[in-house]
Nanobody
C-alpha cells in the first residue's frame, strides 16, 4: 500500500503562485508514475501534470507553461509549482500514483484515465480570486 498526503493549497489572487506538495509513504518503490489531478465543483476530475521514474513530464494544455511538476525521490515527495494562476484553476487538487503504468506519455495517450492510478490522496483546495 502507498499513502499520499497533499499540502500547500490555499487562497491566492489571480497571477499569484502556489506550490503543492504530496508526501508518499509505504511501498513507494512499487509506483512508476505520479500525477496531479484536479476537480472543480460540478466538473469531472481532470489530469493536470504527470511525471514518471525517468523524469519525463507531461502537462494538460490548460496549464502548460504555467505549472511545473517535480519530485524529490530522497524525500518521497511530489511537487506542483503553480504560477500565473487563474480563477479557472480553482479546484480540489489530488495527488495520484500508479503501479501499473510506466511512462508519463502513456498516461496522456490514454487520456488521463483515472483507472490507471492505484493510489489517491485526500486532496488540497486551491482557490484563485479575480
Amino acid at each position: 500500500q502507498v499513502q499520499l498526503v497533499e499540502s500547500g493549497g490555499g487562497s491566492v489572487q489571480a497571477g499569484g503562485s502556489l506550490r503543492l506538495s504530496c508526501a508518499a509513504s509505504g511501498y513507494t518503490y512499487s509506483t512508476h508514475v505520479m500525477a496531479w489531478f484536479r476537480q472543480a465543483p460540478g466538473k469531472e476530475r481532470e489530469g493536470v501534470a504527470v511525471i514518471d521514474s525517468d523524469g519525463t513530464t507531461r502537462y494538460a494544455a490548460s496549464v502548460n507553461g504555467r505549472f511545473t511538476i517535480s519530485q524529490d525521490n530522497a524525500k518521497n515527495t511530489l511537487y506542483l509549482q503553480m504560477n500565473s494562476l487563474k480563477p479557472e484553476d480553482t479546484a480540489m487538487y489530488y495527488c495520484a500514483a500508479s503501479s501499473r503504468v510506466h511512462t508519463a506519455t502513456w498516461i496522456v495517450l490514454e487520456g488521463w484515465d483515472l483507472a490507471d492510478f492505484d493510489y489517491w490522496g485526500q486532496g488540497t483546495q486551491v482557490t484563485v480570486s479575480s
